[in-house]
């Protein structure tokens, strides 16, 4: 049971707007920033966003990121089917001190 | 280019060591602006951070592991290695190495810490 909880599941269709949510606590998101991971099958994570809203070099701006109190979200604007993969939520937690993975969300392009 | 790639055995049996090593180019590993990294993804199952080691070789473990990690380095190989103790089932897993960037303010507060690169994975089997 990880201290990030993440739906299990979303889905849209081509060019729809998803957003996936990562829910903590005061001991992680109330104080840390947040990072996204993308993982695709077999394959190893992708840094999506970090620090909470900021995209690494070479990621679309299709991926958003932000944080309200010890709630997250990453919104995929423009849906596309290379979209379909796992999608983790991630930060440091003062309780358990260790750095903790949101439980993961499954995107699947219908 | 930062490149990890981990290597090690793919079979281990249960109560043994599970040895792994990450191999690192386009990156000294003896930087001291990076942290070096083992997070593992069991198959169901989330990922899990395993510990960081530090350029200066300080070490800090996931509590969860009950101090059956152990992170080394070699410099002069640019290559840090896990060691897993008294494995077991649960300890299958895709293991990956990475780079984690990390940022303080002036009074010491993390400002930020993320997996920026990172190795293919390495399947480790426990067997009975």
């Known amino acids: 049971q990880s201290a990030l909880t993440q739906p299990p599941s979303a889905s849209g269709t081509p060019g729809q707007r998803v957003t996936l949510s990562c829910s903590g606590g005061t001991s992680n998101l109330g104080r840390h920033t947040v990072n996204w991971y993308q993982v695709l099958p077999g394959t190893a994570p992708k840094l999506l966003i970090h620090t909470t809203d900021q995209r690494p070099s070479g990621v679309p701006d299709r991926f958003s990121g932000s944080k309200s109190g010890t709630s997250a979200s990453l919104v995929i604007s423009g849906l596309q089917s290379d979209d379909e993969a796992d999608y983790y939520c991630a930060a440091w937690d003062d309780s358990l001190d260790a750095h903790v993975f949101g439980t993961g969300t499954e995107v699947t392009v219908l | 280019q930062v490149q990890l790639q981990e290597s090690g055995p793919g079979l281990v049996k249960a109560s043994e060591t599970l040895s792994l090593t990450c191999s690192v180019s386009?990156?000294?590993?003896?930087?001291?602006?990076?942290?070096w990294s083992w997070v593992r993804h069991p198959p169901g199952k989330g990922l899990e951070w395993i510990g960081y080691?530090?350029?200066?070789?300080?070490?800090y473990y996931n509590p969860s592991l009950q101090s059956r990690a152990i992170l080394s380095m070699e410099t002069s190989k640019n290559q840090f290695s896990l060691q897993l103790t008294s494995v077991t089932a649960a300890d299958t897993a895709v293991y990956f190495c990475?780079?984690?960037?990390?940022?303080?303010?002036?009074?010491?507060?993390?400002?930020?810490?993320?997996?920026?690169?990172w190795g293919p994975g390495s399947l480790v089997t426990v067997s009975s």
């Open positions: 990475a780079r984690v960037t990390y940022k303080y303010d002036d009074g010491g507060n993390p400002l930020a810490e993320y997996f920026q690169f």
């Open positions: 386009g990156n000294s590993i003896g930087s001291d602006n990076f942290y």
């Open positions: 080691i530090y350029y200066s070789g300080a070490t």
